[in-house]
């Protein structure tokens, strides 16, 4: 059973910086494609970064491109998201995911969530 779970997550000042990870399990992590999404209250669930399986593609929301940095360690079945900068609207609920199918380039519609971790972010 594919397992994904974040941490990191809490409350930043603006301006400041936060690193989220997401350890998974249960499958060939290095095989999918990996992906942050997230959710701010009364809002529907945004794509924010996603990156190969083999890490050498990556793309970006437009609204954090230049800011946040989303990169995977395969050894250690971890993806994690570089949050420098946030701005009060990047305050969500932050989710990691996981593609349905092996060596995809883009995350897509994922096959697998983590449970989510929340980011506050202070003006």
């Known amino acids: 059973q594919v397992q994904l779970v974040e941490s990191g997550g809490g409350l930043v000042q603006a301006g400041g910086s936060l690193r989220l990870s997401c350890a998974a399990s249960?499958?060939?992590?290095?095989?999918?494609?990996m992906g942050w999404f997230r959710q701010a209250p009364g809002k529907e669930r945004e794509f924010v970064a996603d990156i190969s399986w083999s890490g050498g593609s990556t793309d970006y929301a437009d609204s954090v491109k230049g800011r946040f940095t989303i990169s995977r360690d395969n050894a250690k079945n971890t993806v994690f998201l570089q949050m420098n900068s946030p701005k009060p609207e990047d305050t969500a609920v932050y989710y990691c995911?996981?593609?349905?199918?092996?060596?995809?380039?883009?995350?897509?519609?994922?096959?697998?969530w983590g449970q989510g971790t929340q980011v506050t972010v202070s003006s």
């Open positions: 249960g499958r060939t992590f290095s095989s999918y494609a």
């Open positions: 995911a996981s593609g349905k199918l092996p060596l995809g380039l883009r995350v897509g519609v994922p096959g697998y």
